[in-house]
Nanobody, 120 residues
């Protein structure tokens, strides 16, 4: 059974930085893409950043130039470095992995989320 656990969230002042990490337990046959999503109160969950198996990255317009997604093949699978944080970045951040748990079982795997609060 694959489980994702996020960490690194917290309270920070505007202009500050946080680094989110996503730890995976269990075995994945292969990973297609990994990403970070966020959901603010009263809003839909949105993609923040993603990185595919080839290392190509994509970012929401609102975080370009401030956030960086990266992979560490040796340890935690995915990080999100968040700089120059703004109050609008306040949300619950979720780690997502799209991949195969077996050669024929493709699925989306989600963490439980970590709260990021940016004060003005």
């Amino acid at each position: 059974q694959v489980q994702l656990v996020e960490s690194g969230g917290g309270l920070v002042q505007a202009g500050g930085s946080l680094r989110l990490s996503c730890t995976v337990s269990g075995t994945l046959f292969s990973i297609v893409a990994m990403g970070w999503y966020r959901q603010a109160p009263g809003k839909q969950r949105e993609l923040v950043a993603s990185i595919n198996s080839g290392g190509a990255t994509d970012y929401a317009e609102s975080v370009k130039g401030r956030f960086t997604i990266s992979r560490d093949y040796a340890k935690n699978p995915v990080y999100l470095q968040m700089n120059s944080l703004k109050p609008d970045d306040t949300a619950v951040y979720y780690c997502n992995i799209r991949g195969y748990s077996t050669p024929s079982s493709f699925d989306d795997f989600w963490g439980q989320g970590t709260q990021v609060t940016v004060s003005s």
